[in-house]
């Protein structure tokens, strides 16, 4: 089966720039997870998805980050105005629903900010 | 909230050498624990997970992790490294049962010199 995809996988933009981050997870994976990890730090946790609904999104930094899952499949998280802070390697990750089942990621994007 | 504490930062062995990473949580309910690892270029793939049962669990290219519930470990081992076991290794921990919120230590980083 496909794994978990990330798009783009590297992105450089300047301060203020808008940024759109995609996520397909795998095909029936009704969750879908977005961590981010700021250089030399741990992988956190930003929000999580069951379909289209937003289940827990505590980890979301601030209003300038912007996650949405349309119909259920892909995931898009958008970073507008991006900021310097923002820089760091966005990782999604999915998992089907029901019992305990370990989640799958993506190869991440790296996202540069100047 | 769980925490999840990764006792190394940066390990190098020779080849041959035994492993031990050690890792810590803090969390006052059941858990599910993991070990992902990451290969220079590569996606999070996960190791091994202990959901329940035998707190001795085995997981790919020779890995085991022991759970000591006492203790609140779940350290990683194998007896014998292979310079293709370089890579950052990270722990992890959810509450078990429902969705998964996945906390992350912080990840060492191994290095094995042939």
């Known amino acids: 089966e496909a794994g978990v995809t990330q798009f783009p996988s590297h992105s450089v933009i300047e301060k203020g720039q808008t940024v759109t981050l995609r996520c397909d997870p795998i095909?029936?994976?009704?969750?879908l997870y977005w961590y981010r990890r700021v250089m030399g730090k741990e992988i956190k946790f930003l929000l999580h998805?069951?379909?289209?609904?937003?289940?827990?999104e505590s980890g979301m930094p601030n209003n300038r980050f912007l996650a949405e899952r349309t119909g259920g499949t892909y995931s898009t998280l958008k970073v507008q105005p991006a900021e310097l802070e923002d820089s760091g390697v966005y990782f999604c990750?999915?998992?089907?629903?029901?019992?305990?089942?370990?989640?799958?990621f993506g190869d991440g994007t790296r996202l540069s900010i100047l | 909230a769980q925490s999840v504490s990764q006792h190394n930062h940066h390990v190098i062995l020779s080849e041959a050498a035994s492993l031990e990473l050690g890792c810590n949580y803090s969390?006052?309910?059941?858990?599910?624990l993991f070990w992902y690892v990451q290969y220079p270029g590569q996606h999070l793939q996960l190791l091994l997970k202990?959901?329940?049962?035998?707190?001795l669990v085995k997981g790919i290219k020779g890995f085991e992790a022991e759970f000591i519930k006492s203790k609140f470990s779940f350290n990683l081992r194998k007896p014998s490294v292979q310079w293709s076991d370089t890579a950052e290794y990270f722990c992890?921990?959810?509450?078990?049962?429902?969705?998964?919120?996945?906390?992350f230590g912080t990840g060492t980083k191994l290095q094995v010199i042939p």
């Open positions: 998805f069951v379909k289209e609904s937003k289940q827990d």
């Open positions: 969390y006052g309910g059941t858990v599910n």
């Open positions: 992890a921990v959810s509450p078990s049962g429902g969705y998964q919120k996945v906390t």
């Open positions: 202990y959901f329940s049962g035998d707190p």
């Open positions: 095909s029936g994976h009704d969750n």
């Open positions: 990750a999915s998992s089907p629903l029901g019992g305990d089942q370990p989640q799958h």
